[in-house]
């Protein structure tokens, strides 16, 4: 079984990884474009870094343990976005907009540190791909999206060396 994981070392590890070159405009568009939660994105790419395992019905799981802090991170970063200065926005009222959303992150990543440690979750040995990528590509329903496919394995690379 892999060792449990801490919001702080899940949070240090996605700022980590999030702070490589083009990690977080791959997490936007697959956001953006796609629907995934960056937060649960991120916790599958710890998975493949400590060679832990989650199945598709714990991405399910995962996913239900932060509908409610989900709905409020979609709620605030819309506001967030209308308020960019770009549109006509105030800069001090965005980044303070920014600072709360980032909050709203840690939570949502305490939330599935959390939920994490809850399941079944397994060591994965081997070289193949990891099973918890082909879960997310599933939950998300992406296998026949290429561009989402293309920003995956770049991730799957990146995951490995944050």
Known sequence: MPASLTQE?????????????????????LQDNYQVNV????????????????????IQSLSD???DIDNQL?????????????NGGDKAL????????LELEKRCQQVLAEAFNAIEAQQFEGDAVNPSIVALIHFYGLKNRQDARASLTYLMTQAKLA
């Open 94 to 101: 965005y980044d303070e907009l920014k600072s709360q959303e």
């Open 9 to 29: 070392a899940f949070w240090q590890y996605s700022v980590r990884l999030y702070e490589r070159e083009d990690v977080a405009s791959h997490c936007l568009s």
């Open 39 to 58: 937060n649960l994105l991120l916790l599958v790419c710890w998975c493949m870094k400590s060679n832990a395992i989650v199945t598709l019905p714990a």
């Open 74 to 86: 979609l709620a605030h970063r819309g506001t967030r976005r209308a308020c960019h200065p770009d």
């Open 65 to 67: 343990a932060i509908k």
